[in-house]
């Protein structure tokens, strides 16, 4: 049975989590869906590192990387026009004013709610020629 979704398919995600069994569970969920995972990174220095050296359509960033914010890195992303949906424990309230349009997955999250959310997000960036933007 195909799991896959169209919009996810190829997907190149960079995850941005810094709890390593939640970063492989969230790898074994979307490589289930044909994604290709950039990362994870558990660092703020690190997912930019990788934003850097590798190309990425759309990202998943925890808000608390272990007592550092995830805001530099969707500072970059949007500067780049990436879409990113952002993971929390705390709720969509405490997401920064100024980043709060953006999606917000509550954690704890189920795998069918993931892949949702992110390629709900996906499809809103894909141009009329089925080219990612």
Known sequence: MDTTLPALAGCRILVVEDEMMIAMLI???????GCRIVGPASRVAVALRLLAEEAVDIALLDVNLNGEDSYPIA??????GIPYVFATGYGAGSVRLGYAPCAVLQKPFDPAELCACLAD???KHVDSAGTRV
């Open 121 to 123: 997000v996906a499809a």
């Open 27 to 33: 790898e074994d969920i979307l490589g289930d869906h």
């Open 75 to 80: 500072d970059e992303l949007a500067r780049r």
